[in-house]
């Protein structure tokens, strides 16, 4: 038995998130089947983060087990060939300790948020930013980001269906900047609550705009409460870049 | 009657290109349709450049005539309104004088052709780039793009079908740089012949493989024969990026 990581890039657009469903198609899903149909083993791919349905990653990580051993690059042609009619794309197969864990082990993960803000719609972007048509001012947005960073209770932006043990996570990094003509959010903590970041960027846009202010946004952290947070943003615009070990 | 400039992005994986055909999507005839359905008038729209089929554009330039007046802001609108089923954005509206031409007036174009420089394939940018799977050497390829710089007799890299009435071009910029993971030409010129960026491309990436020295790209240019340069590198990886007038 061999146990291997491997770093997957994806386009969410089409599948209902990470997560194995029955009878929907996930990332998940369609990795399990190309590594059975090259190798005939059944096995479970365990993702570093359960990116949700229309969430890309540039750099996911993620485990399995083969009984049979196979050379890493072979493994890694071998998904990709399989992988060909879905925008599931595997950069890098690595052999790992038997107790190396994808998800446990992380010791930090990093997205990049995507919007375009201007009046007319995106052409080549379609559903791989968010598009905003009133002007915001990044840097507003950037300042006000900073109230966030630290260890806090994050229960303003948690999700209903959070399955995190506690609300309290500290965040090492929430900068907005202007970079390629457009608007981007780059976050990075240990590890995020459901829903976390893109609600970061939904409380965050209300700044840019002019209806929240900085302190508004202090306050909403401080309620501790989701009905204080802003909106959630769409997830179309949120990449999954980096799993650290 | 006014005469309009616009500017206009586009994804060109769908259509046959940029100039209208009867039978099939074209960015001209989209737009031509799209004017139609929110003015009444059937217009002729011209483009600064007729981007081949499957190639992008950020930054497209054309111009057409409306005989009734409307707001600048207000084409713009319906226009993205009306093309909303298909990935064409127009950008910017612009009354522009009635002697103005967008293809005739352009003082330079500039274009941007992506390659994606790895063993796994492009998830994410599938269609956008052209995969290349041998590794290429950058340095390389930048130093001999440098023999194509300057007025020559570009027949090397110039196709069959090409209308343009002299071979000889003025070539102002051909970088090769390494940018978000990717090689990216960024080639500059008052205007082009056919397939020349992507010849220019195609020949670059035998250099950067080892296929070809920098002696061998200036031996190909000064041959000034179609069949001495390198091949065709695909559409997909080309974006017209900036017409400046």
């Given at each position: 038995?061999?146990?291997?990581?491997?770093?997957?890039e994806?386009?969410?657009?089409?599948?209902?998130?990470?997560?194995?469903?029955?009878?929907?198609?996930?990332?998940?899903?369609?990795?399990?089947?190309?590594?059975?149909?090259?190798?005939?083993?059944?096995?479970?791919?365990?993702?570093?983060?359960?990116?949700?349905?229309?969430?890309?990653?540039?750099?996911?990580?993620?485990?399995?087990?083969l009984?049979?051993?196979?050379?890493?690059?072979?493994?890694r042609?071998?998904?990709?060939?399989?992988?060909?009619?879905?925008?599931?794309?595997?950069l890098e197969?690595?052999?790992?300790?038997?107790?190396?864990?994808a998800?446990f082990?992380?010791?930090?993960?990093?997205?990049?948020?995507?919007?375009?803000?201007?009046?007319?719609?995106?052409?080549?972007?379609?559903?791989?930013?968010?598009?905003?048509?009133?002007p915001?001012?990044?840097?507003?947005?950037?300042?006000?980001?900073?109230?966030?960073?630290?260890?806090?209770?994050?229960?303003?932006?948690?999700?209903a269906?959070?399955?995190?043990?506690?609300?309290?996570?500290?965040?090492?990094?929430?900068d907005?900047?202007?970079?390629?003509?457009?608007?981007?959010?780059?976050?990075?903590?240990?590890?995020?609550?459901?829903h976390?970041?893109r609600?970061f960027?939904?409380?965050?846009?209300?700044?840019?705009?002019?209806?929240?202010t900085k302190?508004?946004?202090?306050?909403?952290?401080?309620?501790?409460?989701?009905?204080?947070?802003?909106p959630?943003?769409?997830?179309q615009g949120l990449?999954?870049?980096?799993?650290?070990?």
């Open positions: 038995m061999a146990r291997w990581k491997i770093r997957v994806y386009n969410g657009g089409p599948f209902s998130g990470w997560q194995r469903q029955d009878d929907r198609a996930t990332v998940q899903g369609e990795l399990e089947a190309a590594i059975f149909r090259f190798s005939g083993e059944e096995v479970l791919v365990q993702g570093a983060g359960r990116t949700d349905a229309g969430v890309h990653a540039t750099n996911q990580a993620a485990h399995f087990d009984e049979r051993d196979f050379p890493a690059l072979k493994i042609e071998a998904l990709n060939a399989h992988l060909r009619q879905v925008p599931i794309s595997v197969v690595e052999a790992v300790e038997d107790d190396f864990n998800r082990d992380a010791l930090s993960r990093a997205y990049i948020y995507r919007l375009l803000n201007r009046r007319a719609p995106p052409a080549l972007d379609k559903g791989r930013v968010w598009h905003v048509k009133v915001l001012d990044v840097a507003l947005m950037d300042d006000a980001a900073k109230v966030l960073l630290g260890q806090h209770d994050f229960s303003s932006f948690r999700a269906e959070c399955q995190a043990k506690s609300p309290v996570k500290t965040l090492d990094r929430l907005v900047v202007e970079e390629d003509g457009e608007i981007r959010f780059h976050v990075g903590a240990k590890s995020f609550l459901h976390q970041v609600n960027v939904g409380s965050l846009k209300l700044v840019g705009e002019g209806k929240w302190a508004d946004l202090k306050s909403a952290l401080e309620a501790c409460d989701r009905a204080a947070g802003g959630t943003a769409p997830a990449y999954l870049t980096e799993v650290n070990y």
